[in-house]
Structures are given as C-alpha cells and as structure tokens.
C-alpha cells in the first residue's frame, strides 16, 4: 500500500480520533486514507463563500457522511474598522461610515445612530413630526428592499432561479424611490442627527402612493411560485430548527424568533420615531423552522406596506413643514439639493451666506469643519431592522467627536444559531438555514 502523504487532505490524531482536512487533492488517496482508520470524521471547508449570505462567511463542518455533527462559523473577512473610524469623525460625519456596515439595511443603520446622539443632545422630542415621517416610510421601504435580498438569494440558493428575478425587480422601484428622495440607491446617510438631510422632492407622495400599489400587485408572483409548492416545502419544513428557548438563550431576534410565535418587535414593545402612530400587526409563525422564516418575511412587506400608505397620507397635511431641528448650531449641513453628482450643498445656499452674512458664513465653516459638541454621557438607543434588534451604544466625552460608537448588530448575534440549527442535519440543508437567518456580513464584520 503506498505510504504518499497527500498535503491537500492530511489527517491528524485528535483524542476523539484521527480528524481528516479535506480541501482538495487527489480523491483516490484520500478515501484510501480514511478507509485505514477505525473512527472517522472528516472537516470540509465551506467556504469562505457567498451562500446567501451576503458577503464572505467560512463554516467549518465535520461531518459523518452526509450529516453534520458540528458547524463553526469563521467570521471577520469583512471588517472594516467602521466603528474605529468614527472616533475620528464629527458626530454627523459618522452617519457616512454607519450607513456602510448591513449595506442591505443603510437607513436603519442611520436611525439607529442618530437616535442615540438625539438623546445624549436632548432633542429628542425636538425633531419635527415631519422628519419622523420620512424616517419612517423610508426604513420601510428600506425592510422591503432588504427582505427582497433574503428571499431572491434564498430561493436562488435552494435551486428556485424565478423568485431570485421577481425580488429583484421589485427592489429595484424601491431603490428607485431611494434614489428620487436622497440622491444615492444605497447607503445614503439620508438620516442625521436632527431630522434628515432634505426634504423630499416634489411629487414625491404621489410617486410613492403609486409605487406601493405596484408593489402590492407584484408581490404575489413570488407567493405564488413558492408558498405551498411542494418541492420548497421539502427543502424548508421541518429545516433548521430552533425553538423559543434556544432563540432566546442565544440573544436571536428578528424574523428567526417570531419564527417561533413570539411576536417581538421593538415598533410595537418599544416604540420610537412615532411608530406607535402607526397601525401594523407583528407578523409570527409557529414552525421554529426556515419556511415559517420565509413566511414572515413574506407577510412583513404588506404591513411595511400599510405603513408607508399611512406616512403618504401624514406628509400630506405636514407640506412645507421643516425636516430639520431648529437648532442652527446643530443642524448640518443646512441647506442640501440633488444635484447631477448627487446630493451636496445648496449653490443658492452657499451664495447666500457668502454674499450677504459674514456670521453665517463663520457658523457655516465652523459647523462644517469642526461640528457641534454633544454632552458628556452615554446611551444605549435600539430599533427594528430587518434582521432584529439593531442597537448603538453612543459613549460622548463632551467633545466635537464620539469617544466610542458600538453596535449591537442583529446578524452577528444571530449567526450564532448556525450550530444550534444545523448540527445532526445534512449538508445540503446549511445553505437553507443560512439563508433564514438572512446574515448580512458587512454587519457582522464591521
């Protein structure tokens, strides 16, 4: 018998027994290899890849044949120091760095963040109605592009091509309105501290009224193909299972718990930019597995719905309204307009204060370049994002600049169910209990 040591699929003794890598190299030694030893469990590599996670995730999986007897997430591919970067930055400057970690969630982000330096400001009840509104209809928007993302790619994966093309289409007049309101499809930091960035375009209710009855009318294709159909009922019924208690041991939230018929939603429990103004039901299910994900995902677009009819019909009556905090001395930047480049200073506002108002130009320069100053202290403020609790813990020295912004991201706590999910199931059932916790990894990495 040959006694050629293949270096791509080694094995080595472990006190449970001989642990073979494979990752790659040549089959026949291989299986020779693991025919000589008594016990075997054999480690793939899965990954580091993109299975509907959106973005680079490596498991690590031992195996006994086709099932799976322990899963290891392999994070950190991703990371980009935002929270790091912050520190240096003023505290509107930051909402440009946030808005980048769950780039499928951008606004939420935003709110989030803003959110937390409204209270340490004390402005809280300071933001005017109207900037509440548009905060709103846009994370709303924002949860039915990113839950587009969740189905289409974990359709896709599972083998479904249709449904990837139809939640794409969809998402597309989503980022449409994105683009029409602030100028940019993704990461917008449209919301600032205060209120958000402009106020909306002209024509901007009648375009969204038009495009949630658009939406509501194409949504169905996708019920159609998938809710009932036997061949996805195979691949998510009764696959990755996690209850009530495991959920909750493991701090998961989201659409993976009310998976589990606990309807928590911090827009109804804990309510914040007036959504306890708005009439929407928490959508739950009682499976503890990836189809009830996917159905709650299914049924959240027409509340998110329901929700943006009834801000087009609030911003109706606030025409005019200011979208920004009266303060002068923290509302920044002023005066913005979308320009060919995007969204960037007002002209008629830049050549107002240079040619009429010498203070208002120092004001200006000074609030540009140097920022406001937010009160010593710290909070910890929490919001709805598509994937669960999304919370900043905002840490001020009394200075121009945070002194620590850190996130409590619903992905990372919820990747870590993977094993809780996955263990004693089959290889090919990881990529569907992946795609229902939907992790975004630019939030986990960040």
Not at 25 to 46: C, F, H, P, Y
Not at 54 to 71: A, F, K, P, S, Y
Not at 251 to 264: E, K, N
Not at 305 to 321: F, N, T, W, Y
Request: with cysteine.
């Amino acid at each position: 018998m040959s006694t050629y040591a293949d270096p791509y699929a080694s094995s080595r003794e472990t006190t449970e027994g001989t642990v073979f890598s494979v990752t790659g190299g040549d089959w026949d030694s291989l299986v020779t290899e693991i025919g000589q030893a008594k016990e075997e469990r054999v480690v793939v590599n899965m990954g580091p890849q993109h299975p509907s996670t959106h973005g680079v995730l490596r498991l690590v999986l031992e195996l006994e044949g086709e099932t799976v007897t322990e899963v290891r997430c392999g994070i950190g591919y991703l990371h980009t120091g935002i929270e790091k970067n912050i520190e240096f930055r003023n505290w509107t400057q930051a909402t440009t760095f946030v808005t980048r970690m769950d780039y499928l969630a951008p606004l939420f982000n935003e709110a989030a963040y803003c959110l937390g330096v409204e209270k340490l400001l004390g402005i809280t009840n300071d933001v005017p109605e109207k900037a509440n509104v548009i905060r709103v209809m846009m994370m709303e928007f924002n949860r039915i592009s990113s839950h587009m993302v969740a189905l289409g790619t974990g359709a896709l994966e599972l083998g479904a091509l249709s449904p990837m093309i139809f939640c794409f289409r969809e998402r597309e007049k989503v980022l449409d309105i994105f683009e029409f309101i602030s100028g940019l499809r993704m990461n917008m930091a449209y919301i600032r501290p205060g209120g958000v960035a402009q106020d909306l375009p002209a024509g901007t209710v009648d375009k969204v009224l038009a495009t949630v009855k658009d939406l509501r009318h194409s949504f169905k294709d996708n019920e159609k193909l998938l809710v009932g159909n036997s061949i996805w009922m195979k691949r998510t019924e009764g696959i990755g299972y996690l209850d009530l208690a495991g959920a909750t041991t493991l701090g998961v939230t989201g659409p993976v718990i009310r998976a589990t018929g606990l309807p928590l939603d911090l827009r109804k429990i804990q309510p914040y930019s007036g959504y306890e103004n708005y009439k929407f039901d928490v959508v739950t299910a009682d499976t503890c597995d990836v189809y009830g994900r996917f159905l709650i995902r299914i049924n959240e677009l027409e509340q998110s719905l329901r929700i943006i009819e009834q801000c087009a019909e609030k911003l109706k009556s606030l025409e005019g309204g200011p979208v920004m905090v009266a303060d002068k001395k923290i509302a920044w930047p002023a005066q913005l307009s979308i320009g060919a480049d995007g969204m960037g200073n007002s002209l008629n506002h830049i050549r107002e204060i240079m040619g009429t108002s010498m203070e208002s130009l120092i004001h200006h320069f000074k609030l540009v370049t140097e920022g406001f100053r937010v009160p010593a202290g710290q909070v910890y403020s929490a919001i709805e994002s598509p994937r669960g609790e999304l919370g900043a813990h905002v840490v001020s020295d009394g200075g121009t600049r945070p002194y620590r912004v850190h996130f409590r991201e619903p992905s990372f706590n919820n990747l870590q169910s993977t094993s809780a999910m996955c263990e004693g199931s089959m290889v090919a059932d990881i990529i569907g209990a992946v795609a229902s916790i939907d992790p975004v990894m630019g939030g986990v990495d960040r």
